[in-house]
């Protein structure tokens, strides 16, 4: 069955309307394209036609994009020339629009032609907003939910249907950067106030037949003889300083990281200098080498596939629904405010305990002060804060957790104090109550043990801050059960986050890949590496901070807990390496640089806590070697410091799904999102160039960089993690 219908009514109005089957949201395959062109012919050859509409039949949406599963297999689609194949297909579709845009016009003198309405009930996303922009006046309901705009620039591709073209000359390149360049979204009155859409009405469909059958004029301002682009085209003066700047912009914020984004201001630059019509093939050219980048494909199956997939519940056991109805939060400090805050916003009952009337009610304040910012921001309403403060109880009293079915402990990373709140906490729950820990080091197994329910006890990792940050890590301890699992999954899902589930042992995933990380960047610094030099090699890698940087955010204080921690509990075992590592992080603890929260670290800090740059008594402490190593020889060591743990942790069992390693990384800790992820970025490389690096630097830099048996097997055999260890593939095949 098609996903486009037309029906023709008595007025001579052609309403085509788009309704992707089997999905709650229109979303565009290739299929589509072609029914929509057949459609479009048949309207445009009936002389008894005298308009058309392109609307959706879904409810509040007009479409959220194109079918990403199809974006990333349309490499290898495209045949023996997949450049070529890319290309004709791009152009293929952009032939389709830009007949929606013509609608039967005479090319020499604009004359005839079929006006051509858009009416959006809502959401317009990606192509579901290229198609619009393509017709002739766009109508969308006053509906405050619904979000307009460009995002593909989020997964690692840029709008290559005619978005980047059309809306560069609809508004000139600075006014469509926000748009483009940081795939911002608006609703439907913003979308108007900006320019984006014609008109916001409570009946589109109305107002858009009242417009259809007005005759009105419909060439397009980029299709008549004089145009010129708003705030200039890259020779005029003003449009010159526009582009220096937007390329100034673009390489700042990506460091030449992410393809996408630099192919995008080469597709508008490039283009404003030419016709519409050829300014589309080198739209399409440029979309053609995105999609040719192994970057995009990983980008989108990561970001987009892997991602949904996971939030849906790809790893979850096959047991009754788990929804959590009561949730128990012990301590109020920043991450249990956190914690009580994302639960209350996703209209769960909160008790929200802490030794102290005080503190509770202070970690209940941390929710009220977020609202309030809401508020002045527009995205939230005072009825909205006093429902969400209405589900919060603080208090002190234990017996307050009877009723509760999920206890989240985010009390201090002590075992003996962990062990007293779990045994407090169990004598009033019931017996069916799930237990979680929010521990990031401590093992969940050895929590458990004052547990006497160890197969109701998980551990629910959050990232701080809590109500930003995306990623969940949810550990299983050697005898956690399904129902434990599934509660955990429940949640993370009722308070719109994505979680990650893995296996228990030390630091887990994320924190046993982020540490080598900043390790290995404080060790450069032992050995004389300039400061500037790890830095910069990390941006340039995509890492949102340098791991000097990140240290100081996180604190130097906490990296020597753990690392004494760590080194009290591992012995012998402990890495020889570390000593100069340690000895540095120790003695600026010593001298008070604590990072951020104390203004000194490895940066200097201003007296409003401001970064002012590395701090200058780094190279008295640790001196700067005449000789540098080689930016990639940096960069790999930042990266494999990471990636080799990823690899120990589904080689150990710790990972279970190589989509959990690699969406967890990136929203996690920011790993390389162009790269998709540590197994994705091992993929682009390849096994066998992977194996053979890490062998040379760990000859040249120490024994940590030698491959794992997994990653040298896999090498010599010429294997990828996705072809060998992909779950989604081998149960679609």
């Not at 007005?214 to 526009?242: L, N, R």
């Not at 045994?423 to 069916?432: F, G, H, L, N």
């Not at 799930?434 to 197994?445: E, K």
Request: charged share 25%; glycine share 10%; hydrophobic share 45%.
């Amino acid at each position: 069955m098609t996903d486009f219908t037309m029906n023709k009514d008595a007025e001579g109005i052609a309403t085509i309307t788009w309704d992707t089957q089997g999905k709650s949201m229109n979303v565009m395959n290739e299929q589509g394209f072609y029914d929509l062109d057949a459609l479009m012919d048949d309207a445009l050859a009936d002389d008894a036609v005298k308009g058309i509409i392109i609307t959706s039949g879904k409810a509040g949406s007009f479409a959220g994009g194109m079918d990403l599963n199809v974006i990333a297999k349309m490499k290898e689609m495209a045949g023996d020339s997949p450049e070529q194949g890319l290309f004709d297909g791009l152009m293929k579709m952009h032939g389709i629009l830009r007949k929606i845009e013509r609608a039967g016009m005479d090319p020499k003198t604009n004359k005839g032609g079929k006006p051509v309405a858009c009416v959006m009930p809502g959401t317009a996303l990606g192509i579901g907003f290229e198609i619009p922009l393509s017709c002739h006046r766009t109508f969308v309901a006053n509906n405050p939910k619904a979000k307009i705009g460009l995002p593909e620039i989020m997964v690692g591709i840029f709008p290559g249907m005619g978005g980047t073209t059309r809306l560069v000359r609809k508004l000139g390149a600075m006014g469509a950067s926000p748009y483009l360049l940081q795939g911002k979204q608006l609703n439907p009155a913003k979308a108007k106030a900006a320019g984006l859409v014609d008109e916001v009405s409570d009946d589109p469909m109305a107002a858009a037949r009242e417009w259809v059958l007005s005759e009105p004029k419909i060439v397009k301002p980029w299709d008549e003889k004089g145009y010129k682009m708003p705030g200039g085209a890259p020779y005029h003066p003003a449009g010159f300083q526009t582009f220096v700047g937007a390329s100034a912009m673009v390489n700042g914020n990506t460091q030449g990281a992410f393809p996408a984004a630099k192919a995008l201001l080469s597709a508008v630059y490039e283009g404003a200098l030419v016709p519409f019509d050829t300014a589309i093939k080198i739209e399409a050219r440029w979309f053609t080498n995105v999609l040719m980048n192994p970057s995009s494909a990983a980008m989108i199956r990561s970001l987009f596939i892997n991602k949904e997939a996971l939030e849906k519940g790809a790893n979850r056991p096959a047991v009754a629904d788990e929804t959590v109805k009561k949730v128990g939060v012990l301590g109020a400090g920043m991450m249990g405010a956190g914690i009580a805050l994302v639960s209350a916003m996703a209209g769960i009952e909160v008790v929200l305990i802490d030794q102290k009337q005080e503190a509770a009610d202070k970690g209940k304040a941390y929710t009220e002060t977020y609202m309030d910012k809401g508020i002045k921001r527009g995205k939230a309403t005072a009825e909205k804060k006093e429902q969400v403060l209405g589900l919060i109880t603080a208090t002190t009293d234990y017996a307050a957790l009877a009723d509760a079915d999920l206890i989240i402990e985010a009390v201090f990373e002590d075992v003996g104090i962990k062990a007293e709140v779990t045994k407090a906490v169990e004598a009033v729950i019931s017996e069916d109550c799930i237990f979680a820990s929010n521990t990031s080091t401590l093992p969940i197994t050895g929590l458990a043990k004052a547990s006497s329910r160890p197969e109701q006890f998980i551990g629910i990792h959050f990232f701080s801050p809590v109500e930003k940050m995306l990623l969940v890590e949810i550990i299983k301890g050697k005898e956690t059960g399904d129902r434990a699992v599934a509660k955990a999954l429940d949640y993370v899902r009722q308070i719109r986050k994505t979680p990650i589930v893995v296996n228990d042992e030390r630091f887990f995933y994320a924190n046993r890949c982020i540490i080598p990380y900043l390790n290995e960047g404080a060790r450069m610094v032992t050995e004389g590496v300039a400061p500037a030099l790890i830095e910069n090699a990390a941006r340039q890698l995509g890492f949102p901070l340098g791991p000097l940087q990140l240290i100081d955010e996180t604190s130097l204080e906490l990296g020597v807990k753990i690392s004494k921690a760590t080194k009290a509990a591992m012995g012998d075992a402990y890495p020889a390496d570390m000593g100069p590592v340690d000895d540095l992080m120790y003695a600026m603890v010593e001298e008070g640089r604590l990072g951020r929260k104390s203004a000194a670290g490895f940066y200097a800090y201003d007296e409003k806590g401001k970064r002012q740059g590395l701090w200058e008594g780094l190279g008295e402490r640790c001196p700067v070697a005449a000789d540098q190593p080689s930016l990639i020889d940096v960069q790999h060591r930042l990266m494999f410091a990471q990636v080799l743990e990823a690899v120990k942790s589904l080689e150990e069992g710790v990972l279970e799904d190589i989509r959990e390693g690699d969406v967890g990384a990136i929203l996690g800790w920011g790993f390389a999102p162009w790269s998709g992820g540590p197994f994705s970025w091992l993929d682009i490389i390849g096994t066998p160039y992977a194996a053979e690096r890490c062998a040379e630097l760990a000859e040249t830099y120490g024994d940590r960089f030698t491959p794992p048996a997994l990653l040298k097997e896999m090498g010599d055999k010429g294997q990828s993690f996705y072809g060998r260890f992909d779950k989604a593939a081998a149960k679609a095949a």
